[in-house]
């Protein structure tokens, strides 16, 4: 009886151990550090906060910009769309560069979450510091203060911006 006892709790723990000492993204709870880039031919804009990078898809993180067909007000109180505002003004900074992304997480789509850059330059920040996404994490949030308090791009008519963002402090 008590050898079965033991071959029992050793076929129960060892199963145990084993998983326990297992990197966690073997389970994919815990999404791998992964670089990936795409030279300037293999990039497509899809709107304000996300590139194609070849077939994989790439969110930048830290930042979040009006959706495609989101209304803004200019100074003159004539409408347009702040999304693709959003989207020209990435568009303008990846302009033909290869664009390489350290992806740090996934979002609830599976789409890539990460911090890309473009000739040297960090795609998120220049965003938020241009003004035309605002910060969703505490590292970008003096850049959007920057851009709000100079009113940099969907700042520039405040009354006109989105009208999510006119809630921020």
């Excluded at 709107?47 to 979040?64: C, K, N, Q, S, Y």
Aim: proline letters at 5%.
């Amino acid at each position: 009886m008590r050898g079965a006892a033991v071959l029992l709790s050793t076929a129960i723990l060892t199963p145990v151990v084993i998983a326990l000492g297992l990197p966690s993204s073997l389970f994919g709870s815990a999404p791998a550090d992964r670089h990936w880039q795409a030279d300037a031919p293999d990039i497509r804009i899809v709107d304000g906060e996300t590139l194609a990078l070849g077939d994989r898809i790439v969110r930048l993180a830290g930042m979040a910009a009006p959706a495609r067909g989101e209304p803004c007000r200019g100074a003159d109180g004539a409408a347009f769309d702040c999304g693709a505002a959003a989207t020209a003004a990435l568009t303008r900074l990846v302009a033909g560069r290869a664009v390489s992304c350290r992806v740090v997480g996934r979002d609830g789509f599976g789409r890539g979450i990460g911090q890309c850059e473009a000739h040297g330059v960090d795609l998120a920040a220049s965003l938020v510091g241009e003004g035309f996404a605002v910060a969703t994490g505490g590292a970008l949030r003096p850049r959007e203060r920057e851009a709000r308090a100079g009113g940099r791009g969907l700042w520039a008519h405040r009354p006109g911006a989105p009208q999510d963002w006119l809630a921020r402090e």
